[in-house]
């Protein structure tokens, strides 16, 4: 449930929480606010692990809080940051309860995977806004984070650049005149790969994407083509429409990064640059266009765009999406637990390539199905999968 775009009438600047600042995301974010020093202020940095990056940006940026999730890590925050009068914390429980500080009105929640999901529902009960780049939190409980924000002042724009394009394409139109959204796909690195050739697909291969920079594990998800699947669950839910009307198509220049078709034939995309900061900057700044010296979209790069069906014989993850949303319930967290520890383990080298999506299958014939969750129930199902998993692998 996207909300509509709103001009931030109110004096002074932005003050934004990163969740996940040493990530791909939450660096480009600090990039992207270093670019508007008169619009936007970091006031709150959380990270996962890298004490050493956080506070390091910590120094540089001077947030009012920073807290990281590794417990082990805290003292080495605290001696670092206590002298600069920066607070700091640890721990899950801590970040969730920052969630409601007074320090920020929106946060950007960069971090990757299941860990979104919790933060994410404390922020929308506090009122804050959401800029949105972990689309798992959608993928795993988009029924309750909707609920959630139907009752809340909170406003969700969407990062992710599919969802971006496709939020763009529909200001100021119509939603009951959309016909299909169109999110399109790079293919990843593999797209020209055989079935035998992805048996013996190693993790090096797969980290090479050939148009975007982004971290492991999404990179991960681009190549098995499990990314489309959840791009596809994260639409139903930010723009609210039959799952039947949402399709994937392969675009390798990624270029176009998604399309909206209309019931008079008529269809909108929007294109640019494969930079993430295109759809940072959108975000932030409630749907106006800043201004940027980066380099623009050149003719020659348009010269020449192709598209192509998805081959789900090759990528059957890449089918996961339609079937998460026609069955509903706790599926789609399953798939997403199961997915979290295989790509894990494939990073780490202990299991192949075309074992990710037979990991995920495995879970899903044993996992227990919850037709209408709650929020305890996904978080339960979602530790009993991660464990399944695991000791498949």
């Avoid at 013996?200 to 594990?217: E, Q, R, V």
């Avoid at 998805?310 to 637990?337: S, W």
């Avoid at 995920?360 to 929020?375: N, R, V």
Wanted: glycine share 6%; hydrophobic share 40%; aromatic share 6%.
């Amino acid at each position: 449930m996207v909300s509509e775009p709103k001009k931030n009438i109110e004096s002074g600047k932005k003050r934004i929480a990163v969740l996940g600042s040493t990530g791909s995301i939450g660096t480009q974010t600090l990039d992207v606010i270093g670019e508007y020093p008169d619009r936007f202020v970091p006031t709150m940095l959380v990270a996962g692990t890298k004490v050493d990056t956080l506070i390091q940006q910590s120094i540089r940026w001077k947030p009012e809080m920073a807290l990281i999730a590794d417990e082990r890590q805290y003292w080495k925050l605290r001696d670092a940051l206590e002298p600069l009068g920066i607070k700091t914390a640890a721990g899950q429980q801590a970040i969730n309860d920052a969630m409601e500080s007074p320090c920020f009105d929106t946060v950007v929640t960069a971090t990757v995977g299941y860990s979104g999901l919790a933060p994410t529902m404390r922020a929308i009960e506090a009122g804050k806004d959401i800029a949105l780049a972990n689309k798992e939190t959608l993928v795993v409980a988009g029924e309750l984070v909707t609920a959630a924000l139907r009752t809340s002042r909170s406003r969700m724009l969407p990062v992710d650049s599919e969802h971006s394009a496709i939020y763009q394409c529909l200001v100021g139109e119509d939603s009951t005149r959309v016909r299909r959204l169109i999110i399109t796909a790079s293919g990843g690195p593999f797209r020209c790969k055989n079935a035998e050739e992805l048996q013996y697909a190693t993790m090096k291969d797969a980290l090479k994407h050939p148009n975007w920079s982004m971290g492991a594990k999404i990179t991960i998800d681009s190549a098995t083509m499990l990314n489309k699947a959840f791009e596809i669950i994260e639409a139903r839910w930010l723009f609210d429409i039959a799952p039947e009307k949402i399709t994937a198509v392969v675009h390798p220049q990624s270029i176009v990064h998604s399309m909206v078709e209309f019931v008079d034939g008529a269809v909108k995309a929007q294109l640019g640059v494969p930079d993430m900061r295109l759809p940072i900057r959108y975000a932030l700044g409630d749907a106006t266009r800043l201004a940027t010296a980066d380099s623009p979209l050149t003719l020659d790069r348009m010269a020449e765009l192709s598209f192509e069906r998805p081959d789900d014989k090759r990528f059957p993850a890449v089918t996961l999406g339609h079937y998460a949303l026609d069955k509903g319930g706790t599926t789609a967290c399953v798939i997403n637990a199961a997915n979290e520890i295989a790509v894990a383990a494939f990073l780490r080298e202990r299991i192949g390539f075309t074992d990710i999506y037979r990991l995920i299958t495995s879970a899903l014939e044993k996992m227990p199905f919850i037709a209408q969750p709650s929020l305890d129930d996904y978080i339960r199902l979602n530790a009993e999968t991660r464990a399944y998993t695991s000791n498949l692998i």
